[in-house]
């Protein structure tokens, strides 16, 4: 007798943060593994375009919006996931957003705003959606981290609390989930070409990047693509039942060097 009963042949995705960067790039990915997904995100029409390109694949897709930073929002998107695709079998929480501030500089409401998003937002999704997995006693909860956790970087302060947030929370999560058929699991991305960052201006961007070579948290040019982590998050969803990939970081590869 197997351990477990291998995953059902429909598995309903939500992704937060689906409008862009790795969360559109993970609804696209696991829509093309077959699961029917749920895109949300505060840019709903972009939301909806993704979902009309999906269907247009041969897809199953549905845009609702959603603020992770609205209670309301999250329960009303949950629900209406659940509606249009049923119960819910994979939760992918990659909702956020980057300012580049020093800690001592910040103030106190602004890096609230980015703990709320990125740590309060997680666990909104967490709270309405994963007790209805437990009961099935199956699903996967994948967190889309940052390797800022392992390796902090300046002008980042309250993304990189927030981001250790979310992997204390996952590990917790980890340990109270065993034995429920549900898994909890973190993405651990490095460097990634996103949305993310891409408002500052020139200076602010020479100055953090000067800053990051200066503290060893820049070894070479070259950034993920959002499909790369998108890759990593099918894998971990898509792994039979009976293992469990609990921590997956993904890095970008160095260039190749000159041959000598």
């Known amino acids: ?23 559109a790039a993970t609804a696209t990915a696991l ?39 609205d209670s309301g ?16 079998e994979v939760v992918v929480s990659g909702a956020g957003d980057l300012a ?17 998003v990125h740590l309060v937002g997680a666990h909104r999704l967490v709270s309405a959606l994963v007790p209805g997995m437990v009961a099935r006693r199956r699903g996967d909860v ?13 002008r980042m302060g309250a993304y990189v609390a927030a981001k250790n947030g979310v992997e204390g929370m996952a590990r917790a999560m980890q340990m109270e989930l065993e034995g429920t058929g549900v898994r909890a699991s973190i993405i651990r991305p490095g460097p990634t070409m996103t949305g993310m960052g891409m408002g500052w201006d020139a200076e602010t961007t020479g100055a953090v990047l000067e800053e990051w070579v200066k503290w060893g948290a820049a070894r070479h040019p070259c950034f993920l693509r959002p499909s790369d982590v998108a890759a990593a998050v099918a ?4 792994t039979p039942r009976g293992s469990h990939l609990s921590l997956v970081e993904v890095q970008p590869e160095a260039p190749l060097e000159a041959s000598s």
């Open 73 to 88: 929002s999250v329960k009303a998107f949950a629900a209406a996931a659940a509606d249009a695709l049923g119960p819910i």
């Open 142 to 154: 994948v967190l889309v981290s940052s390797d800022v956790v392992r390796v902090p970087r300046t």
């Open 1 to 23: 007798m197997p351990r477990f009963d291998p995953h059902p042949e429909r598995r309903p995705a939500v992704v937060t943060g689906a409008s862009s960067g790795i969360g």
């Open 235 to 238: 894998t971990v969803v898509g």
């Open 100 to 116: 580049a501030d020093r800690v001592h500089e910040l103030d106190s409401d602004a890096f609230l705003a980015q703990v709320q």
């Open 31 to 69: 829509a093309l593994a077959g699961h029917p997904v749920a895109l949300g995100a505060r840019r709903d029409a972009k939301c909806e375009e993704l979902a009309v390109s999906i269907r247009a694949g041969g897809g199953e897709a549905f845009a609702h919006h959603l603020d992770v930073g």
